[in-house]
C-alpha cells in the first residue's frame, strides 16, 4: 500500500513561485505513474502534471505548461512541483496521486496542501 505525504503550500503573490513536495512510501514500482492535481472551492478536482517513476515522461494540464515543472527523485522516493508565476487561478488544494501505468484510475492520494495566491 503505497503513503503520500504532501507538504510546501503556502501563502504567495501573484508572480510568485512554490515548490511542493510528495513523499512517497509503500509502493515505488518503476511503473507507476504519480500525478498532481487540485480543487479550488466550488469548481471540481483538476489534473495539474504527471510523471513516471521509470523514464521521467511528463504530462501537463494546458493551464500550467510553461509555469509549473514536475521532477522526481527516485533516491529520496520524492515528486515535486515547481510552480512559477503564479496566478490566483491557481489558488486550491493540491493533492499528489499514484497510479499503476496499465490502468487510468489513481487509486492513492495524499491529504492535500493549500496553496493560496494573492493578487
Known amino acids: 500500500q503505497v503513503q503520500l505525504v504532501e507538504s510546501g503550500g503556502g501563502l504567495v503573490q501573484a508572480g510568485g513561485s512554490l515548490r511542493l513536495s510528495c513523499a512517497v512510501s509503500?509502493?515505488?514500482?518503476?511503473?507507476?505513474?504519480m500525478g498532481w492535481f487540485r480543487q479550488a472551492p466550488g469548481k471540481e478536482r483538476e489534473f495539474v502534471a504527471s510523471?513516471?517513476?521509470?523514464?521521467?515522461?511528463?504530462d501537463y494540464a494546458d493551464s500550467v505548461v510553461g509555469r509549473f515543472t514536475i521532477s522526481r527523485d527516485n533516491a529520496k522516493n520524492t515528486v515535486y512541483l515547481q510552480m512559477n508565476s503564479l496566478k490566483p487561478d491557481d489558488t486550491a488544494v493540491y493533492y499528489c496521486?499514484?497510479?499503476?501505468?496499465?490502468?487510468?484510475?489513481?487509486?492513492?492520494w495524499g491529504q492535500g496542501t493549500q496553496v493560496t495566491v494573492s493578487s
Open positions: 509503500g509502493r515505488t514500482f518503476t511503473s507507476d505513474v
Open positions: 510523471i513516471r517513476w521509470g523514464d521521467g515522461s511528463t
Open positions: 496521486a499514484a497510479r499503476r501505468i496499465i490502468s487510468t484510475l489513481y487509486d492513492a
